[in-house]
């Protein structure tokens, strides 16, 4: 099998000058009969800057293909801190088996999101980005 991966990443600003950076990873696992394994990551990192407060902001990773046609939540989590004192990366990380078209083709891409919960300046803008549309191995 292939080594099948995409990713992309985003700069967002903070009102107050902060600089981060959401990244959306996909990769290909495994794969069986008309099926794959898909692992998705997303990622809110910090370049400079950071917050310490409840609620800053939900991260949230979602998987979108061909065959369903729609983004489907993999996971959501609420960060509160990501500064110099506390992780300067959060992730989500999920595996999950994805059924190919019955022509044995599938493609998708990992999309992820960021949403200010607080007004906050020194919290991130919100903003999202995705992989690129991705084929998985052919089977």
């Known amino acids: 099998m292939a080594n099948i991966t ?3 990443s985003k700069n967002l600003s903070s009102n107050a000058g902060g600089s981060f950076r959401i990244t959306a990873f996909i990769e290909e696992t495994g794969t069986e009969e008309n099926k794959s394994q898909i692992t998705a ?3 809110i990192s910090r370049n400079n800057g950071g917050f310490e407060v409840s609620n800053g902001g939900t991260l949230r990773l979602y998987w979108h293909d061909n065959k369903d046609d729609q983004d489907v939540l993999l996971g959501s989590l609420v960060v509160s801190q990501l ?4 992780p300067t990366a959060k992730n989500i990380t999920k595996t999950i088996e994805v059924e190919h078209l019955d022509d044995g083709t599938l493609s998708g891409y990992a ?8 007004s906050y300046d020194y919290i991130p803008n919100s903003g999202n ?3 690129a549309n991705t084929q998985l191995a052919i089977n």
């Open 111 to 118: 999309k992820v999101t960021w949403t200010k919960d607080r």
């Open 6 to 8: 995409a990713t992309n």
């Open 41 to 43: 990551k997303a990622t």
């Open 83 to 86: 500064s110099s004192n506390y």
């Open 129 to 131: 980005i995705s992989t």
